[in-house]
């Protein structure tokens, strides 16, 4: 056994190199590399030296998911990747299942670590299937409540929690079936009432719970690899929901129970009056301003607006002698470092990228700062009343700019269901209409005059 730990351990220290690396855009393309000889020399020892008559099956099995991953990483937009990832959270957690239950089919005595991997896989599969749903548009991305919702998802827990206990003390594969079943069912539930604005946060819970389900299904198969990964995974996982619950300033609970839409808007716009503009307005104000900031949202990723933005960038710098900066909120998108992979894609300097803290105290001395498609990230709410939902929540404050521009399609509230005071702030000039569209003709009018 000493030859296949050695090599699992060293899977495991590249993977943890790798993570290092992904910290930093200079480095994360050779941490990825080094993640992918780590996953395949992990792959590799456990076929070598696996006791198993069923090799040919499992290298085909293998063939047949790199396959399909090459696929469907060539194949899927950026725009699709919080989807993707959901899928990829679901198929983690359905493997947990998978193992579990044929774990307890061959009769394993690894009770505890064998239940605890399929109830977490459980409801980290039927959890990120409703994620997937509700990114890809499939059912509403609004929290969906129905009556005593909260009293029946912990009914659902009290009764796994008492049937896990039983099962411990007397195994029956039917008690073991029905934990299988309410917790794919609790799962459901708990996903339901998770609001647009809440996703990348669910995606990270999920990613976490993928790995907290590989950690308990590695003790259950005695797996060094599967524990160490499953660890990595799962700290991850669930340090990076809190750093976005903290920038978001939101709750477990609150996610779960999709309270973003209880409390009522205290902001009414019924006597406030939106300064519209045109793409040739903004042109000629940027064309005489000296500092410039992008604030991408979501809106640009559904618009494919980045690269539009790299030319606007860079036209600013070389034409105009503007300097143009991007600001990025954590939650911005609809998972983790979404703004980021799309500016990147689009070929921006990450030295031109910034983060929320790194930025904000730049805005009060901002002569643009354009916003495109994002909505509660620069809510002023969020700093002034103690009755909206997203009080406390750190913003981009772009409210101080001299001028604020902002792309939208309507006046319609963000995810969170409430207005947008800055909307209608006498320095702020809306520009409606399709983000990459507008942008484009901004471009147009810069390389015309």
């Not at 307890?104 to 980290?124: E, K, R």
Request: hydrophobic share 50%; net charge neutral; aromatic share 10%.
């Amino acid at each position: 056994m000493f030859i296949p730990n050695l090599l699992y351990l060293g899977s495991s220290f590249l993977l943890i190199v790798s993570i290092r690396m992904l910290s930093s855009p200079k480095t994360a393309v050779k941490g990825n590399l080094l993640g992918i000889v780590g996953i395949f020399l992990a792959i590799f020892s456990c076929l070598v030296f696996s006791a198993t008559d069923n090799k040919l099956l499992i290298s085909a099995t293998i063939v047949l998911g790199a396959v399909l991953g090459i696929y469907s990483g060539l194949k899927v937009k950026i725009t699709a990747l919080p989807q993707m990832i959901a899928v990829f959270n679901s198929l983690g957690g359905l493997s947990a299942v998978f193992i579990a239950l044929s774990e307890q089919i061959s009769l394993s005595t690894q009770y505890f670590m064998n239940t605890a991997g399929l109830v977490i896989g459980a409801i980290t599969f039927s959890g990120s299937i409703i994620a997937f749903a509700k990114l890809q548009g499939l059912i509403s991305t609004k929290p969906l409540h129905f009556k005593f919702q909260n009293n029946l998802n912990f009914l659902l827990f009290v009764i796994i929690l008492f049937q896990s206990f039983y099962f411990l003390q007397q195994p029956d594969n039917i008690i073991f079936l029905c934990i299988c079943c309410l917790t794919l069912i609790l799962g459901i539930l708990l996903l339901l009432p998770v609001g647009g604005a809440d996703m990348p946060v669910a995606i990270s819970i999920l990613n976490a719970f993928s790995g907290w389900a590989t950690v308990g299904i590695g003790f259950s198969l005695s797996s060094i690899i599967l524990i160490i990964i499953g660890s990595i995974v799962g700290f991850g996982g669930s340090i990076l929901a809190f750093i976005m619950m903290q920038s978001m300033n939101r709750s477990l609970k609150n996610i779960l129970t999709g309270s973003f839409l209880i409390k009522q808007n205290t902001f009414t716009n019924s006597s406030k009056t939106a300064h519209a503009g045109s793409p040739e307005d903004a042109a000629f104000i940027m064309e005489n301003a000296q500092k410039i900031i992008i604030v991408p949202g979501y809106g640009m990723a559904v618009a494919q607006a980045q690269f539009s933005l790299k030319n606007m960038a860079d036209i600013l710098r070389k034409k105009y002698n503007a300097s143009v900066k991007f600001a990025i909120h954590p939650v911005a998108g609809r998972m983790p470092g979404h703004m980021n992979v799309l500016l990147a894609e689009a070929g921006i300097d990450y030295t031109d990228v910034f983060e929320l803290n790194d930025i904000n105290s730049e805005f009060s001395n901002t002569d643009v700062a354009y916003v495109i498609g994002a909505n509660d990230i620069t809510n002023p709410l969020a700093k002034t009343d103690s009755s909206s939902p997203i009080y406390q929540m750190p913003i981009l404050e772009v409210e101080q700019a001299k001028t604020v521009f902002f792309v939208k399609r309507s006046l319609n509230s963000g995810y969170s269901g409430i207005d947008n005071p800055l909307f209608y702030a006498p320095n702020t000039i809306m520009l409606y209409g399709d983000a990459k569209q507008v942008t484009d003709e901004i471009v147009k009018q810069l390389e015309q005059n």
